[in-house]
């Protein structure tokens, strides 16, 4: 088991209150799988992300553990959880594009981010020149300014340098979504190599693009208002979904070209609930065709089969 | 790149010419004649004297050619150093008397604008992260950016000259010395000079360390210090590239700041009596000696320009940005 996260609630202090971004959110993952994480926009796919790796000023870890390779990560405590960042946790953020100084060359930022960590660029650099020939980046980018790249281009950099410590768990942060139809195959195409060839242990790709997660993710989590309500294999959620919002959100999709956004959700009438104060029960409810007096309680997670889960009362009908 | 800064150096080579055209014009169509005032002034009665006087003025100004031969020699004698001379402070060559006053004005505003350019963008960087100096200083920050200058020079020269009595509120140097190059004249010098330079000093710090805080704060809360801070980078080198990063609008703003240097200081002159150009620039306006008003401006001009070419280039060069973006080709 690579990574075991259980209960965890990270909320966001705003001056109105808590926002409960993520509301006793539990998962696993196995050494070697490609996650998928998709839902609508605003149900804290992003949260659950930076929550594994940095939350930043405004959140808070109100409870829950994440326990990566059999220890537990120290997901509230800023300093200590620095030990961990890049070397066990790594992130290539939704920002790729901007994500690198743009007032110094890349070997420079580099070299120096690696120093700050007590690791050798000398040392590294063969394997880091290795990785970027890998992705189709020669080693002339390392005397380049970000402003000297394309975007796909700092994209790769970004990749290679998020993954060039090894680390056993990847966050990527809708990676493909500022690229074109090409660029995101062979990012999508990227990934899973990086994990083939041992950069990576296991990933979570967060993505509004379901078909794109679908041709490389081992399992998809779909979530809902700061909750994951069901996880399977992509197999499963794509061709027999079993929550009703998962439904939703595949049944109206084409056969091909399963792509989905928030377009495809106005066809369920009714918004998500905001998180501020979420409703009681299932948090789907309002918007469910199969609503009934039960479904004021909160639903138990059931598990259909082995490895797909759901959280609904009439998971099993 | 060459052809950006080719095209700036045509556009300041225009601006200059005009700058000078006009600065031909303006004294000779201005309503008034210098050289009846100078006659005036040396109270010359008898009519025949003053006939012969006219015309050695005339000559010695060189206001008795045709105005397009005037203008050909007025560019002439500008390369020439010759400005002419002072109605004012006749006989002496306008060139001269501004050569006098300049170094007043330099010494005022140049480590005024230097220091306060350095301290301000310390306190601004150390203000944007340390909460405590960020609540206390700050507003002493706005507060004084936002006072009106005048009034924060006359405050200052009325509490430190008058009020303790420690600083002289006049002058250059006290008239009881001469000018030499001893200790005792350059404390005299340094004394008249501290109280006019700490009101620039302290005017221009506030605004300095607001907009270092700003920009610093913009920094740390980019993207790419946040993905430093995801990988874990140590707080030292996020806040290094922060703070290097601020720092390049900054160096610009030094620069533009710069380009005032000659000119700016008239108000602070005027207040403190102090003989720089900004004074100068006062008595040829009263005097309506136009020579040195000319001169004067020329100065000026010439200031402004020298330092907004240099601000453009530094603003190229510093940053790798506008820099590769430029060798792209495009201007
Ligand atoms: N800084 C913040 N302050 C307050 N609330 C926030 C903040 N950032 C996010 N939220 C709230 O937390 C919830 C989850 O946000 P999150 O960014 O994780 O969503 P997401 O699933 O990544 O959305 P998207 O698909 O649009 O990226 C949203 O309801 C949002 O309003
Ligand atoms: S628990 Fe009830 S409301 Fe929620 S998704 Fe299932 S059926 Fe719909
Ligand atoms: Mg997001």
């Given amino acids: 088991m690579a990574l075991e996260v259980e209960g965890l609630k990270v909320h966001y202090r705003t001056v109105k209150g808590d926002v409960r971004a993520l509301d006793g959110v539990s998962f696993s993952l196995e050494d070697g799988e490609i996650v998928g994480l998709a839902g609508e926009s605003g149900c804290g796919k992003t949260t659950l992300g930076k929550s594994l790796i940095r939350l930043d000023g405004r959140m808070r870890h109100m409870g829950g553990t994440a326990v990566l390779d059999g220890t537990e990560l120290p997901i509230g405590d800023d300093r200590a959880m620095n030990a961990h960042r890049w070397k066990e946790v790594s992130i290539i953020p939704q920002y790729s594009m901007s994500a690198l100084n743009p007032t110094r060359k890349i070997g420079k930022m580099t070299a120096e981010l690696l120093r700050s960590r007590g690791k050798s660029y000398r040392e590294l650099k063969d394997e880091l020149v290795r990785r970027l020939e890998l992705v189709g980046l020669s080693e002339k980018v390392l005397d380049n300014y970000p402003i000297e790249l394309s975007g796909g281009m700092k994209q790769r950099v970004v990749m290679v340098l998020s993954t060039l410590l090894d680390p056993s768990l990847l966050i990527a942060d809708e990676v493909t979504s500022a690229l074109d139809v090409t660029n995101q195959k062979a990012v999508a195409e990227t990934l899973v190599r990086f994990r083939d060839m041992g950069f990576v242990k296991s990933m979570i790709v967060v993505t509004h693009d379901l078909s794109l997660v679908y041709q490389i993710a081992d399992t998809i989590m779909v979530m809902y208002a700061g909750q994951i309500v069901e996880k399977a294999s992509a197999e499963t959620i794509i061709k027999s979904p079993k929550h009703p919002y998962t439904k939703a959100l595949i049944g109206a999709l084409p056969e091909v070209g399963l792509e989905y956004g928030d377009e495809r959700l106005k066809s369920i009438p009714g918004k998500p609930p905001h998180l501020l104060n979420p409703p009681t029960g299932c948090r789907f409810r309002d918007r469910c065709p199969l609503a009934s007096e039960e479904c004021e309680t909160e639903p138990p997670k059931v598990a259909v089969e082995a490895g797909h889960e759901v959280s609904c009362w009439k998971a099993v009908d | ?331």
């Avoid at chain 2, 109270?43 to 025949?48: C, D």
């Avoid at chain 2, 009101?199 to 993207?223: C, H, K, P, T």
């Fill in chain 2, 1 to 331: 790149m060459g052809r950006y800064f080719r095209r700036k150096l045509l556009i300041y080579g225009l601006t200059f010419i005009i700058a000078v055209s006009i600065n031909f014009a303006v004294p000779r169509l201005m309503p008034g004649d210098p050289v009846a005032r100078m006659l005036t002034r040396n109270s010359v009665a008898n009519l025949e004297s003053s006939e012969a006087m006219r015309g050695y003025f005339n000559d010695l100004f060189g206001l008795d050619v045709p105005l397009w031969k005037q203008y050909l020699n007025y560019w002439a004698a500008l390369f020439q150093g010759d400005l002419g001379v002072s109605v004012f402070a006749f006989p002496a060559p306008v060139s001269s008397v501004v050569a006098d006053a300049l170094p007043y004005t330099l010494a005022l505003l140049l480590p005024s604008i230097l220091l306060s350019w350095v301290v301000g963008n310390a306190l601004g960087a150390m203000a944007a992260r340390n909460k405590l100096l960020d609540n206390g200083a700050l507003p002493i920050g706005y507060v004084l950016t936002a006072v009106p200058y005048m009034w924060l020079a006359i405050l200052l020269a009325w509490v430190g000259g008058i009020l303790l009595g420690w600083f002289p509120v006049a002058g250059g140097y006290s008239f009881a010395l001469t000018p030499a190059f001893t200790w005792t004249f350059i404390a005299d010098l340094f004394h008249h000079w501290f109280l006019p330079f700490l009101s620039l000093f302290v005017v221009a710090l506030g605004g300095w360390a607001i907009g270092m805080r700003n920009l610093v704060i913009y920094e740390l809360e980019s993207d790419y210090s946040n993905y430093l801070q995801a990988l874990g980078a140590p707080n030292r080198l996020v806040r290094r590239y922060a703070f290097r990063n601020a720092v390049l609008p900054q160096i610009t703003g030094l620069a533009l700041q710069l380009g005032v240097v000659v000119g700016g200081a008239l108000v602070t002159e005027v207040v403190f009596a102090y003989p720089g150009l900004g004074s100068l620039l006062l008595n040829a306006i009263n005097n309506q000696d136009f020579f040195l008003l000319q001169g004067i401006l020329l100065f000026i001009v010439i200031g402004v320009l020298v330092f907004n070419f240099l601000a453009d280039v530094v603003y190229v060069l510093v940053d790798p940005r506008t820099r590769l973006g430029l060798e792209g080709g495009q201007s």
